[in-house]
């Protein structure tokens, strides 16, 4: 067998049903073999953009993305899409083509050294170097990328080991040593746990990606409503709890509802799972949170403490961590009465929730993503590009289901959403997906849209058009006297004519009635479709929190 | 409060596992004064040994970040008082004249090193201890003129029965 169809075959093994990627010189004979295959290849039109595909689709469908590439450029062109991954503990197994063994080292046409150059964001990386080693290096590559805490693994392939004949064995076990175990919580840290929850007053939780990760929301919403603890989530935990739930606070952070990020402070122990307490969720470090006791569940040692101190600490997979923690306070609290605490947290929800808009503006971002969620099911997907659309998103459209919000949150990668989007309807076909996006984001991926056409997997993207680099313009607006440098993108160029030239439906809308209307045709229609929504290019995303401050010191 | 920390790993022994371990130092920001590395027990294994500077959530975190990695085996901290740490150092002077090399013979006897080459102009002394001692030395012979100086780095290993090892 070739290494070329060992390659496949293992692929096949490990159940991938779709590859994104583009083919050059040095992987030719791995599309020689997928031709043979049942497993469907996306063609992208830039390298990048398959790298987001394969993790729209793992974090849609929770399995593994898969993306491939010729050497040199190809390779390097993932690199965006994978640092994008490991940051959001997305698992995606990357295919590399590699110039053969002998030219390896000797600058040859096409070669980049892409496992040194992808090293800081890859958690397994392999060059087989035999067509032998082949089934071994797939089988790992995949079992490291969905182990613990996910993240990208890269494999790269010598087109000479493509094109060798050996004969394969294939198996499924596993020869790394260095594999750690997964830890698991002992009963001990969790009784201290289950009692410092049922001693609080003022419990709340913070949920981060990791509860999604690990596919442990019904938990969470369990042991949330066991304590009568209100949810915060980071970004990524968005859609954990369903957003309209009594408990449900939304997310806090430098873009989280003012209510949230006041609310927090009260707590007297704050419980966050799955999260890692960056920057954009704390606001300043020392400040956030100084009275509350803090618990820190995380599958990832290294994350214990590294930002935040805290308190007590459970190493562990969320799920079997909150059906313990449930386990030992079900008995204990299950005819909580509400206190203080449950009557405090349905007024300030009520607070937020009935904000009326006082702008007389027709088409402004939470008008247009209200009217978006009221309008397509609860199932949906949504992506979204990165930077004022993003937060507008975060803010002002709620997510209801877990795997149904993805976007690109400790990267903040422009470009992210269409690709990404395109990921996830490729791995639930059944379900209506949209990205939400602005200008300046989806002009970096745009020509996903021939992939989109072309392989006829539709989204809908919702572009939030305000002819700028909107969240610079933004942050010169209020932090560099109004000086707008280098933000201005112009009227170009025309979504509408762009969409159509790709063979895409292009709508522009002018208010939120046609707005409505676009979204209801391109949920009956199942086409690929661009609506462009032209909005204010002064308009700001509030309430924000300035960088290094605290939460509590909310502009807007 | 900042201190040394040593850590002893044990890693594949294979091409490109150096690279992997130190970039993961270069990303995380870690101050590392030494790494000292070679093949361990066993062919196929390797054991090296860093030194960094840092607080005790460093160590911790560096420990941690050191253990995600899958080419790393087993990583642990070593309590110095419950370990042998040992660096070499080549440490080459200028000796042209008899009284400058009894000098250094003196010295050289004193922190119990050897001389290893001689020439006319210059004379090689090997010396083994600790990161302390080897610097101390140096600093007393520096005025007869350093002309080049090697050191290995700080290796370890745990007093008495206790190990860093791969389970059986």
């Known amino acids: 067998m070739s290494g070329a169809k060992a390659l496949v075959k293992a692929l096949e093994r490990e159940k991938v049903e779709t590859i994104f990627g583009l083919p050059g010189g040095a992987i030719i004979p791995v599309y020689d073999a997928l031709l043979d295959s049942n497993i469907r290849h996306v063609l992208v039109r830039h390298e990048q953009s398959a790298a987001h595909m394969a993790d729209g689709y793992a974090r849609a469908s929770g399995k593994t993305g898969v993306c491939m590439a010729t050497s040199g450029p190809g390779a390097t062109n993932l690199v965006t899409g994978l640092v994008t991954g490991q940051l959001d503990s997305s698992p995606i197994v990357a295919v590399t083509g590699q110039v053969s063994t002998p030219q390896i080292g000797l600058d040859a046409f096409q070669e980049a050294d892409i496992i040194s150059i992808a090293s800081p964001a890859t958690k397994y990386s392999h060059q087989p170097r035999s067509v032998e080693e082949i089934p071994s290096t797939v089988r790992e590559a995949f079992f490291i990328a969905s182990l613990g805490r996910p993240g990208p693994a890269l494999i790269d392939l010598p087109k000479d080991v493509q094109v060798d004949s050996a004969e394969v064995k294939f198996s499924d076990k596993i020869r790394i040593r260095g594999i750690k175990p997964i830890p698991t919580p002992d009963n001990t840290q969790i009784g201290r746990v289950a009692e410092m929850l049922s001693e609080a007053e003022k419990p709340f939780i913070l949920a981060g990606g990791g509860v999604i990760v690990s596919n442990a929301s019904n938990q969470l919403q369990n042991l949330a409503e066991l304590l009568l603890a209100p949810v915060a989530t980071s970004l990524m935990g968005k859609g954990v709890i369903p957003e309209n739930h009594p408990l449900s606070m939304g997310i806090i952070g430098m873009h989280g509802s003012k209510e949230a990020n006041k609310i927090i402070y009260d707590a007297d122990v704050l419980l966050a799972i799955g999260c890692r307490f960056s920057d954009r969720t704390t606001g300043k470090l020392d400040e956030f949170c100084p009275a509350a006791k803090v618990i820190q569940i995380d599958i990832d040692s290294t994350e214990i403490g590294k930002n935040k101190c805290i308190d007590a600490a459970i190493v562990s997979d969320a799920a079997p961590a909150l059906n313990m923690l449930n386990k030992a306070l079900v008995k204990k609290l299950k005819h909580k009465k509400k206190t203080s605490w449950s009557k405090k947290i349905k007024e300030i929800k009520e607070i937020s929730e009935n904000k009326i808009e006082n702008s007389g503006k027709e088409l402004t971002p939470p008008k247009i993503l209200r009217e978006l969620r009221r309008l397509i099911p609860d199932k949906s997907i949504v992506t979204t590009e990165v930077g004022q659309n993003q937060m507008w998103a975060s803010l002002y459209f709620k997510a209801l289901r877990p795997r149904t919000f993805i976007t690109s949150g400790g990267f903040g990668c422009m470009g992210y959403g269409f690709p990404a989007a395109i990921g996830a309807k490729a791995a639930r076909p059944d379900l209506p997906v949209f990205d939400i996006a602005g200008d300046g984001s989806f002009i970096m991926t745009e020509n996903s849209l021939a992939t989109s056409v072309l392989e006829k997997i539709p989204v809908t993207v919702v572009i939030l058009n305000n002819r700028m680099l909107g969240m610079v313009a933004q942050w010169q607006r209020l932090f560099f006297n109004r000086r707008y440098s280098a933000v201005q993108l112009g009227n170009v160029p025309d979504f509408v004519k762009l969409a159509e030239s790709y063979g895409a439906q292009g709508i522009r809308v002018g208010s939120i009635l046609e707005f409505s209307k676009a979204i209801k045709t391109s949920l009956k229609e199942e086409v690929t479709t661009v609506i462009d929504v032209p909005i204010d290019p002064e308009e700001n995303v509030l309430p924000m929190v300035p960088v290094g401050y605290s939460l509590k010191e909310v502009i807007g | ?168």
Not at chain 2, 54 to 80: N, W, Y
Not at chain 2, 83 to 99: G, P, S, T, Y
């Open chain 2, 1 to 168: 409060m900042t201190k040394t920390y040593i850590i002893s790993a044990l890693v594949e022994h294979k091409p490109g596992v150096l690279y992997k371990i130190s970039n993961m130092f270069w990303r995380r920001g870690f101050n590392i004064e030494s790494v000292a590395i070679g093949t361990a027990e066993q062919e196929d294994l390797a054991r090296i040994t860093i030194t960094i500077e840092g607080d005790e959530k460093d160590a911790e975190q560096f420990v941690g970040h050191l253990e995600k990695l899958i080419d790393v085996l087993k990583a642990t901290r070593l309590d110095p008082k419950k370990a042998v740490i040992r660096e070499l150092a080549l440490v080459k002077l200028k000796a042209k004249d008899a009284k400058m090399r009894s000098d250094i013979f003196h010295y050289v006897d004193v922190f119990r090193g050897r001389i290893v080459d001689v020439s006319p102009e210059t004379a090689t002394v090997e010396i083994v201890g600790s990161k302390d001692k080897i610097d101390a030395f140096i600093s007393l012979t520096k005025s007869f003129g350093l002309v080049e100086v090697a050191r290995t780095g700080e290796t370890a290993l745990i007093r008495g029965p206790e190990s860093v090892r791969l389970n059986e």
